[in-house]
């Protein structure tokens, strides 16, 4: 199976820790990995902050980009979202007030409708790929800690990806995982939310902080690093002692990884790269 | 995501008024405990059906429908109503609307009307306008009564005063009661049901001197004319039935073809808004009974314009149950006066930019006031894909200058993978010198609260190349 990796931009500039650890994990499960070097941005935070042109040219490149692999798997529920969920509402209707936004791309908007066809069923969040295409949940992975997830909401209510993650988390060796109160409420990232509405961004995180507190949690994990950016921002700085993980990171740990208490380090990682808060 | 530089700046007015909302403890206390209590009791009763999905799809599929004949429908409706003794009448802004409702009273010979709790009349300011012409309006509802005793705005759909405990009701009760008929018991206690017997007593001496009753409608039924208020306390019920005149404001998208629609709606809307499995009085009444007049103001105000845009006109199928503000993470946190609106919460900020328009700071602000977490969509009882509106209105509304420059500048690096690296490699030389808690200019915006991740020596992409893929 040819697997392309799409790493999104924000793990491939801030956490490519995220990035190495899925292509440790896949390759252990005995996936080929390619990681197409044309690839930049879903177009997420343009078509999100109202910026559609810019936003429909990005999706245009991430689509030629992806075009003929077997599946795409995206460490980020929030970007796989926004191509197989927003992708196609942008071919059909969101485009339809200003035709203009699809004049600057090749192919027109029937084009972009046709690659939008082709390319965006085969994208997966890495949770789907793991249990509805290789069709496993014990991945082989250890992680002696206790650790609480937050289901993220375009995971949960936009790729619907249910409970795959805690599946995988729960046949994790050692891993005691513990129910994190409020799961499904928004931690209050929301992309440029996080900053045109600073206030109320802060205030739902500190609602989700308390929550993670409340678990005795040693290590918050979830399936996207914009949110654990967000929390894991404001966990360091109320010096909370939680630290944040990416699922990828949990899974792709084994027995041969445990170098201490809360090792972080993963086959092939520079521990260095891996900054502490998100 | 990066914050880019300049989403600070231009910062518009939702923000501001969140802010300021935000400080008040005992506000977001009393949201917070409102809104889970609703939250739970709405799923326990929407869990129960095993319909719930397709009501839901039925419920859509005929508002669409409506909304696609909505001509057809309402010169239906019209007919049926005047058939039955009825006038009608058409009202193209609030400007007309209030018009018309003020010459009815007026040719009464009245100063006071009762009202129903009603949304179409606070989004024109009917009682604003009445009483600029020296006619008092009386809010009946329980809730409306304690924000107009109060002289408060309304903050939620169907809870108005949801902002307010029952100390701060006493309170309110003691000191105005008295200014509009009735007082208050000097030794009223905060107790539940001593107040609502307080507003009982003094709302009853207003129902019985009333001859003018005001409505809105939860329906209008195009085949036979006929109307339909949904409330909870039997308040709406007397001011429809006691007055001789009774005058209806009716938003055009209120319609609904057929008793058979009806159907849906009946168990679409309780169960969504007070978590309630049967709505506790329905009254329906067709034109004008024996001994009352009937006026029916079908108001448009900027519906038809909605109705135009192929994405946003989804909010017009709004039945107003509330089910998305009690879910909204961003309405729990600083509540209804923020958006500005009569309409407040997820359909706020769809509807009051579309209605108004978005020439004001404020209104430009309100799609923007959400994290698109996508909980109101999931509990919309007729499927309005109120994200999906949000970004749609984000792209028609115009952008800070700033803020514009720090999105093109990105567009552009993210355009070509070679500039993604030479931006991710200067990012990378320059770690050393990145703050991590206090970012300046726009950045601040990013660590008042939250500390900044560190740049890696090398990008995820800089290190495939160098290792092929980690294989060196």
Known sequence: MRVALFVTCLNDTLFPGTGKAVVTLLRRLGCEVEFPEGQTCCGQMHVNTGYRDEGVRLARHFLDVFAGYDAVVAPSGSCAAMVREQYPKLADGMGATRPGAFASVHGGRSGFARAVAEVTPRVYDLSEFLVDVLGVTDVGAYFPHRVTYHPTCHSLRGLRVGDRPTRLLRNVRGLELVPLPGADECCGFGGTFAVKNAAVSAAMCADKVANIESTGAEVLCAADNSCLMHIGGTLSRQRTGVRVMHLAEILAATERDVGGPMSREVPAVDPAVNGEAR | ?472
Not at chain 2, 101 to 128: F, P, W, Y
Not at chain 2, 175 to 185: D, I, L, Q, S, Y
Not at chain 2, 315 to 343: D, F, K, Q, T, W
Request: hydrophobic share 40%.
């Open chain 2, 1 to 472: 995501m990066s914050a880019g530089p300049g989403t600070f700046l231009g910062m518009p007015a939702f923000p501001k008024n969140a802010e300021e909302a935000l400080e008040d403890s005992q506000l977001r206390f009393n949201l917070r405990k409102a809104t889970h209590t609703i939250r739970a009791r709405r799923q326990a009763v929407v869990d129960e059906l095993p319909d719930w999905a397709a009501l839901r799809a039925a419920g859509k599929a005929i508002k669409d429908e409506t909304l696609r004949n909505l001509d057809r429908y309402l010169i239906q409706a019209e007919e049926a109503v005047t058939r039955a003794g009825g006038h009608v009448h058409w009202a193209a802004d609030a400007a007309e609307a209030n018009r018309i409702v003020i010459d009815l009273v007026r040719a009464t010979g009245e100063t006071q009307v009762v009202k129903v709790k009603s949304m179409a009349t606070q989004e024109i300011g009917l009682n604003e306008a009445l009483e600029s012409e020296g006619i008092t309006a009386n809010e009946t509802d329980l809730a409306e009564l304690i924000v107009q005793l109060g002289d408060d705005w309304p903050s939620h759909i169907l809870v108005p005063a949801i902002h307010r405990n029952r100390s701060e009701i006493r309170e309110i009760f003691l000191e105005h009661m008295g200014e509009w008929g009735r007082p208050a018991p000097a030794d009223l206690t905060d107790d539940p049901k001593a107040l609502a017997e307080a507003a009982r007593l003094h709302l009853r001496e207003r129902f019985l001197s009333a001859k003018v009753g005001v409505s809105g409608a939860n329906f209008l039924i195009a085949e036979t004319g006929t109307l339909v208020v949904l409330e909870s306390e039997g308040n709406g019920r007397m001011c429809l039935t006691m007055p001789r005149t009774l005058i209806s404001v009716v938003g055009i998208e209120k319609v609904l073809p057929t008793w058979r629609d009806l159907e849906v709606f009946l168990q679409l809307l309780p169960r969504s808004s007070t978590g309630e499995r049967m709505n506790p009085y329905t009254s329906t009444w067709t034109g004008a009974v024996e001994g009352q007049e009937f006026h029916l103001v079908l108001l448009d105000n900027g519906r038809t314009k909605v109705l135009a845009d192929e994405i946003g006109r989804q909010a017009l199928r709004c039945i107003r149950c509330s089910a998305c503000l009690n879910v909204c993470p961003v309405y729990e946190r600083v509540g209804g006066h923020a958006y500005g609106s009569v309409y407040p919460g997820p359909i706020g900020a769809i509807l009051t930019p579309q209605l108004r328009g978005t020439a004001s700071e404020l209104d430009a602000s309100l799609p923007y006031a959400s994290s698109l977490c996508g909980a109101c969509y999931d509990v919309c009882p007729v499927a309005i894909d109120i994200p999906e509106v949000l970004v749609h209105l984000r792209a028609k509304t115009p952008h800070a200058p700033a803020e514009r420059l720090g999105l093109k500048v990105a567009a552009w690096t993210l355009d070509r993978p070679s500039r993604l690296r030479r931006a991710q490699r200067l990012a990378s030389r320059l770690r050393g010198l990145l703050p991590r808690r206090r970012l300046p200019g726009p950045g601040a915006a990013w660590t008042d609260t939250r500390d900044v991740p560190a740049v890696p020596e090398e990008s995820f992409r800089d290190w495939w190349n160098r290792t092929e893929g980690g294989a060196r």
